[in-house]
C-alpha cells in the first residue's frame, strides 16, 4: 500500500511539472492595443513625419481635412493583438537569424484595409529598426534565448527523471527551469512593449497570460513541496 501511494504520489508530481513545462512553453505573451484608432492617427503622424515626400504630408492634410481620414480610421478593427508563446519566440530568433530582420508574415500580421497594412508595415520596421539599432546585444540574446529552450527543456527532463528516483534534489532544476523561463518570457515582454510604445504608440501593452503564471506557480509549488512529500513517504516506510 505505501508503494502505491509513493508511486502516485510521484506520478503526480511528474504531471505537475510537466504542466508547469507546457503551459510556460506554449502559453502566450499578448501584444494588446485597445485603442486602434488613436494609434492609428498616431502612426500616419510618425509616417508623416519621418517622410520626405512633400506630396504625402499634402495628401494626408487633405485626407484630414475632408473627413477621409477619420472614415479610414473607423475601418480599423476595435481592437488588436497578437499572440506569440515561449515557443513562437523561439522560431522568430531563428527567423531573424537567418533573414536579418523580421516581416509581417513572420508575425503573423494581415491587413484588410491599406491602413492596417500601413500600420503593419510601420509596426514591424520600428521592431526591425530596435533590433539593428541594438544588433550587438541583439545578436547575443538572440543566440542566449535559442539556447536556453533547450537548457528549460533539458532541466525539466532532469526534473522528471530525479521525481521518479524519489530525490530531494529534483526540486533544484525544477526551480530553476521553471524561474527562468518566466524571467525570458517576462524581460522580452517588458522590453518589447518599452520600445514599442515609444516609438510606435503609447497605449500598446505586451502582458503575459494567465496560463504562464498558473505554469510559474505550479512549478515553483511543486519544487517547494516535492522535497517534504518525498521525506514524509520514506519516514511512513521506515
Known sequence: ??????II???VMVGLTTLSFWLLMTSDVSLKINNTQAMGKEVINRVVAD???????????????????QTLLEQLPPKYRIDLSYAD?????????????????????TSKTKLEEIINEYLVKQINHKLKEDSEDVNHIVTIYEYSILVVALLFLLAVILILFGRPSASIPLFLATLASFIALWIVSNETMIALQSRVYSGIMVTLSQEIWFGLTIGIIAAVVWPFLNRLTKRKKN
Do not use: F, H, W
Open 1 to 6: 500500500m505505501k508503494s502505491i501511494i509513493k
Open 9 to 11: 504520489l510521484r506520478l
Open 51 to 69: 517622410s520626405d515626400n512633400p506630396s504625402l504630408k499634402t495628401g494626408v492634410k487633405l485626407l484630414e481635412a475632408s473627413g477621409l481620414e
Open 89 to 109: 519566440l523561439y522560431k522568430l530568433c531563428e527567423k531573424y537569424n537567418d533573414q536579418g530582420r523580421l516581416t509581417t508574415k513572420d508575425l503573423n500580421l
